[in-house]
T-cell receptor, first 117, second 115 residues
Framework: AQKITQTQPGMFVQEKEAVTLDCTYD???????LFWYKQPSSGEMIFLIY??????QNATEGRYSLNFQKARKSANLVISASQLGDSAMYFC??????????????FGSGTQLTVLP | DTEVTQTPKHLVMGMTNKKSLKCEQH?????MYWYKQKAKKPPELMFV???????INESVPSRFSPECPNSSLLNLHLHALQPEDSALYLC??????????????FGPGTRLTVL
């Protein structure tokens, strides 16, 4: 069975500094996708970044980058130059193997990030 | 445009009420999802519609009844709910293709309180 582990329930970072949120996964499927979502206190889940299992390069989207280490089965999110608006819950997720016409997501337990002024 | 809209934003209902949650997307996505999320927990999948057909029902009680009138709309009908059903209900959509980048985009959610 597929599993996502986020071992940091809470993290603090000073404004303008970089922070790494950890995510490890377990799957026996050679083809999978890894996602990071941000959920502010307002509730909306915001898609941040995607990494495919066959992608040769680490994904980047603006201030977000994904440190993908396939052999270690880790997909850590790096946020550079943290801003106060980055304070939120962050979820790592993995897409399950093809199931019908729509794929499901397995979520980690989340990391609550607080950016300090 | 990656917008998924949900109405209402907040809903308070009694255990004998009937209400509906609505979700809409105009991205041409063919898969739509309902999730339930408790505070400080990850979302839990409830239902998946693929090409307007119910493809996944994660053993959800019958007091929750999904409906997909067309490819852009998804409803969740609520009847005789329990206080433990109070949660954030999230709708999501995705292209629904086997492509490796099939990404789910979420709406802002409906905060439901059952009294």
């Amino acid at each position: 069975a597929q599993k996502i582990t986020q071992t940091q329930p809470g993290m603090f970072v000073q404004e303008k500094e970089a922070v790494t949120l950890d995510c490890t996964y377990d799957t026996s499927d050679p083809s999978y996708g890894l996602f990071w979502y941000k959920q502010p206190s307002s509730g909306e889940m915001i898609f941040l970044i995607y990494q495919g299992s066959y992608d040769q390069q680490n994904a980047t989207e603006g201030r977000y980058s994904l440190n993908f280490q396939k052999a270690r089965k880790s997909a850590n999110l790096v946020i550079s130059a943290s801003q106060l608006g980055d304070s939120a819950m962050y979820f790592c997720a993995m897409r399950e193997p093809y199931s019908g016409s729509a794929r499901q997501l397995t979520f980690g337990s989340g990391t609550q990030l607080t950016v300090l002024p | 445009d990656t917008e998924v809209t949900q109405t209402p934003k907040h809903l308070v209902m009694g255990m004998t009420n009937k209400k509906s949650l609505k979700c809409e997307q105009h991205m041409g996505h063919r898969a739509m999802y309902w999730y339930k999320q408790k505070a400080k927990k990850p979302p839990e999948l409830m239902f998946v519609y693929s090409y307007e057909k119910l493809s996944i029902n994660e053993s959800v009680p019958s007091r929750f009844s999904p409906e997909c009138p067309n490819s852009s709309l998804l409803n969740l009908h609520l009847h005789a709910l329990q206080p433990e059903d109070s949660a954030l209900y999230l709708c999501a959509s995705s292209p629904g293709t086997p492509a490796s980048t099939d990404t789910q985009y979420f709406g802002p959610g409906t905060r439901l309180t059952v009294l």
